[in-house]
């Protein structure tokens, strides 16, 4: 198998991230310790101890009380709610007059509070891409019930890209004075290609509004808000450094808010709000937007995390994930039974450019057969090593990728006894002699060339 030579010879720029050597053996000790091969950075970030600790301090060193209140414990609560909106408007190069943050439990929940908010209506467009995760998908449902057209814009094997003039073309059906969205994925979660940020402008000077989901992009790659204006753009904050769960966010433009109406109000969300008057009169900014008491509590820890981004340096960890992606992808690639026949099949590019750190693929036996990605999890287990197997949330792209056609799923769908339920095994079952999912491995803040080879060497052991 190459080695490390061969690898900073092919790519060079990994001299240069050594700090991220030096960050894991202070900072993450505890994954080589316990012997672990951590390969599932788009499901979830790792947090460096230093993290923890500096929250742990902050914790027992304060009086935090609840922030809807203007005792002393509420006030020092809510100024730190506060510096952290402003910590992830700096992050993200927003000006607090184009932006405001509006804190969620996780990008789904910011989706969702667009997605009930939206005034989706007749006549009116939901416009997304094929690839997307379940939790944009999920918008559509908003925009059904508000009687707006649905349409998915496909993407295309091998490349698993968007056809730009077939984009273009949707586009250009956007309806005059109608509320219509367009939502993408500033990277691909299943094939992890990065859909161009110039569609915000093009999709904005035909009249659509933007989401962009960040969620699987902003971990590895620099989102600037002063550049490009989405007018949404959920988060999730563990995906990015790891700590604090449970702490998302909706970076909302503040043109577009008047647009919205929440279905609800809800503690915290008004001014004032009557029983026998029967009337509410909803908060300004993102109060209006966070349900009950905020995690008031773990939101500090999301100004720690930024901070800790920011002292290694997005170029370092773009360029060190793009080294070993690369590495992942040439190796593997590579692989031959001896029959001949590749040992895996790659979703999505197989070249680093325009891509992000997840790799995609499914295994494959010397006859060419695919091998069940849930074997390739088992026996990845065995080894320590962490990766993801499945769709990842992502059917669309899963359907393309899997070529399982619209035919066959609507065949599955109707068959007697799963029109209302269908679990995964009975989906595997009907589309009997086809994958159903496949393999992620991905890399990501602080994965070395050792995670990269441990699973190179891994793969290689199921040749035949
Ligand atoms: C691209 C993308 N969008 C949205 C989400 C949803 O994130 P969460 O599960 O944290 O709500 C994910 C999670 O994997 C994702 O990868």
């Known amino acids: 198998m190459p080695n490390y030579s061969d690898f900073v010879q092919a790519y060079p720029a990994y001299d240069k991230t050594h700090d991220i050597d030096e960050l894991r053996e202070r900072d993450y000790a505890r994954l080589d310790r316990l012997g672990h091969v951590y390969l599932d950075y788009t499901g979830g970030g790792l947090y460096a101890e230093s993290q923890l600790r500096l929250h742990q ?57 667009v997605g009930e908010a939206y005034p989706f209506g007749k006549g009116c467009h939901y416009l997304l891409t094929f690839d997307n995760h379940n ?10 019930a508000k009687g707006a057209d649905v349409t998915y814009v496909p993407v295309a094997l091998p490349d698993m890209r968007v056809d730009e003039a077939m984009l273009d073309g949707y586009l250009e059906q956007g309806t005059a004075g109608c509320a219509d969205l367009f939502a993408y994925p500033a990277q691909s ?46 988060l999730s904050f563990y995906k990015m450094f790891g700590y604090p769960t449970g702490v998302g966010a909706l970076l909302a433009r503040r043109e577009v808010l008047g647009k919205l109406h929440r279905p609800w109000f809800a503690g915290g969300t008004i001014t004032v709000a009557s029983v026998q008057g ?15 008491t905020l995690d008031y509590l773990n939101i500090p820890a999301v100004e720690i995390g930024l901070k800790h981004l920011d002292k290694i340096g997005m170029a370092t960890i ?72 499945g769709c990842f949330c992502n059917p669309g792209a899963g359907e393309i990728a899997l070529g399982i056609s619209k035919m066959e799923l609507a065949a599955c769908f109707t068959s007697p006894g799963h029109t209302q339920r269908l679990s995964y095994d009975d989906f595997r079952l009907c589309i009997d002699g086809k994958a159903s999912g496949a393999v992620r491995i991905s890399v990501g803040l602080v994965s070395n060339f050792e995670d990269v080879q441990a699973f190179l060497k891994f793969a290689e052991g199921l040749l035949k």
């Open 318 to 389: 773009h360029a060190r994930v793009h080294c070993l992606t690369g590495w992942l992808l040439d190796n593997l690639t590579a692989l031959k039974h001896g029959s001949g026949a590749p040992l895996v099949h790659v979703y999505g590019p197989t070249r680093v450019e325009k891509r992000g750190g997840a790799v995609t693929v499914n295994f494959f036996d010397r006859d060419g057969k695919p091998v069940d990605h849930r074997f390739i999890e088992e026996r990845a287990n065995e080894h320590n090593i962490s990766l993801r197997t």
């Open 135 to 144: 939790s944009v998908n999920g918008i559509r449902e908003f925009a059904h």
């Open 57 to 113: 301090k902050l914790l027992s060193r304060n009086v935090f009380g609840n922030p809807h209140s203007t005792n002393p414990t509420s006030l020092v609560a809510t100024r730190l709610i506060e510096n952290t909106r402003r910590a992830v408007l700096e992050y993200f190069n927003a000006s607090p007059d184009d932006y405001i943050v509006i804190f969620t439990l996780n990008a789904s929940g910011a989706l969702k509070l």
């Open 189 to 234: 979660n299943f094939s992890s290609v990065q859909h161009p940020l110039e569609w915000i402008e093009k999709a904005h000077a035909r009249g659509w509004d933007v989401l962009l989901d960040a969620a699987a992009f902003a971990p590895t790659n620099r989102l600037d808000l002063g550049r490009w204006k989405p007018d949404f753009v959920p």
């Open 278 to 292: 029967d009337k509410y009169y909803l908060a300004e900014g993102p109060a209006a937007f966070e349900d009950g």
